[in-house]
């Protein structure tokens, strides 16, 4: 018997979406952006049990958590212009 093939919806590209969210938080080493889209990610799964504004309020303050999760753009430039081979 064939097994029945999930639905693809809205919350696969949103799951995805946090996963490069995190990645980028990754690539400038801020932990709290890298976390923050974690949580988005996982909230996005369509198995767990949240619903309609629960959901939406959770993804939410995550995005809010992950933009306020970066350091200042002098950092980030600080960072740009170190030469890695240096350190």
């Given at each position: 018997?064939?097994?029945?093939?999930?639905?693809?919806?809205?919350?696969?590209?949103?799951?995805?979406?946090?996963?490069?969210?995190?990645?980028?938080?990754?690539t400038l080493s801020a932990w709290g952006a890298m976390v923050s889209a974690l949580g988005f990610s996982i909230i996005s799964h369509p198995a767990l049990p949240f619903k309609g504004l629960?959901?939406?309020?959770?993804?939410?303050?995550f995005v809010v958590v992950y933009i306020l999760g970066f350091p200042d753009a002098s950092v980030v430039q600080e960072m740009m212009a170190t030469d890695i081979s240096k350190a």
């Open positions: 018997m064939p097994a029945q093939k999930a639905k693809f919806t809205w919350h696969y590209y949103a799951m995805a979406f946090g996963v490069l969210m995190a990645l980028l938080g990754m629960t959901r939406f309020i959770f993804l939410a303050l």
